[in-house]
């Protein structure tokens, strides 16, 4: 009984000296037969994620990030991605305790070296690609509402089917002419004893110092393919114009280079018909910082007399009213200032943050509009305005583009009376 109670606690130690460290394929969220590409993806996205930069004061996205790093250092070699697969995580270890392998067990050399910093001890950063920059024009709706735009480009990406190899067979041999170095030098004799050396690219392999035997049917052996991708860019409310949105790594792919950003500048496009429906000249919001603008049309009956409420509707559909009580004048050109109407305000903090309670003014200008001619009874009604008016201001009707001096009240006053 001893013996099988002794079997049975060494049985348990195995096994949880097995699980103590997690399998390197499921930090990376990856299947076993991964290819150098996907994890290449898996870690550029998850060591991003749980960077300590990031991650202030984040203990647990601190492990994580080291988590992340040694599985790639290990899986990212063929010698030491074969004698985990074979041996798991107690074989990696004898491996490098005998010399073998990476020693530098390093994550943030590991993460300059792969995003383009430079490496420690001298190692060289590996190449980026360039920024691919594309704008995008959107409505002040959708500036003001916030949205989720999806668009697609043209974009460079590594051939799936050759894993990026230009090889029908994923066999690269390296080219037998250049020796691999992509570049072969001539001699050539300019007198007795005297010869010039000329360096070109070779071009047998095309410069990259390796050849294919049967070339990949689906990129024709450039090892890369341009394909419609799509992207979905998430606008927040408020965002600023011509605001730029980066997606790190998410250029044109290559092979040879660790791929750039893509910067997306969002634009303001004209109002179209869902923004105007009434198709009225001028009748569309205008934006100017957090400020919104606006025109409205009223008639000549409106300005002089008052006694009107208009419903204005706003970008997300809410209704503004602007009213003038009766006896209340607008004059040509008059802006009314209408707080917390405006924009939503957007902050940035960190990541975009938005503030709900925090908005822009709205500012209202009146353009009258003159009648082409007086409806019935407006006449009347108008010169009878304009005579109580002109008696309670002094104005003569020889003198009416102006006020009187006071002197001239009383005159002014008798000839309204003999009227």
Known sequence: MRAAGAALLLLVSIIQLAFCSEDFYKILGLKRDANDREIKSAYRQLSKKFHPDKNPGDETAKDKFVEVSQAYEALSDPDTRKIYDQYGHDGLRSHQQQGGGHRHHDPFDIFGRFFGGGGHFGQPSERRGHNVELRVQITLRDFYNGQTVEFTWDKQEICEH????????????????????????????????????????????????????????????????????????????GVARDARLVYENEADASPDYVAGDLIVTLSEKEPDAEDNPDKVDGANFRRRGNDLFWKEIISLREAWMGDWTRNLTHLDGHIVELKRERGQTVQPGHVDTIAHEGMPIWHEDGESVYHKTEYGNMYIEYIVVLPDQMESGMEKEFWSLWQKWRGKNGVSLHKDSGRPDRSNFAENKRSHEEL
């Open 162 to 237: 050759c894993d990026g190899t230009g090889a029908e067979d994923k066999v690269v041999d390296i080219c037998g002419r250049c020796g691999g170095h992509g570049i072969v030098i001539q001699k050539r004799m300019l007198a007795p004893g005297m010869f010039q050396q000329i360096q070109t690219h070779c071009d047998q392999c095309g410069g990259r110092g390796k050849s294919v035997k049967r070339v990949c049917p689906i990129c024709q052996g450039q090892r890369v393919i341009r394909r419609p991708t799509p992207v979905s860019v998430v606008i927040q409310r």
